[in-house]
């Protein structure tokens, strides 16, 4: 199993980024696949999660309204666009399935004037 997240980066308050992840390994149509991300300090928390077939998803209260999870399952591909982003939005960000597998690198996410 594979989780290659990318697109993450240095960002303006309010601005936008839009991560990838690639997937490899498992079926990955079969599987929930959920965001998370840990700021410097504190637990790794879920961010948004999508259904194997993208039609529901699930987000924080903290990322609602700001982030969308979506997934192309023709290139075994999740991801997450973060628009509005604010300070507390900096932190590494990871995806995984559930239930899960060994986590990836990360991409990390730095929102800052």
């Known amino acids: 199993v594979q989780l290659v997240e990318s697109g993450g980066g240095l960002a303006q308050p309010g601005g936008s980024l839009r991560l990838s992840c690639a997937a490899s390994?498992?079926?990955?149509?079969?599987?929930?696949m959920n965001w998370y991300r840990q700021a410097p300090g504190k637990e790794r928390e879920l961010v948004a999660q999508i259904t194997s077939t993208g039609g529901s998803s699930y987000y924080a209260d903290s990322v609602k309204g700001r982030f969308t999870i979506s997934r192309d399952n023709a290139k075994n591909t999740v991801y997450l666009q973060m628009n509005n982003l604010k300070p507390e939005d900096t932190a590494v960000y990871y995806c995984?399935?559930?239930?899960?597998?060994?986590w990836g690198q990360g991409t990390q996410v730095t929102v800052s004037s």
């Open positions: 995984n399935a559930a239930p899960g597998f060994s």
């Open positions: 390994g498992f079926t990955f149509t079969s599987y929930i």
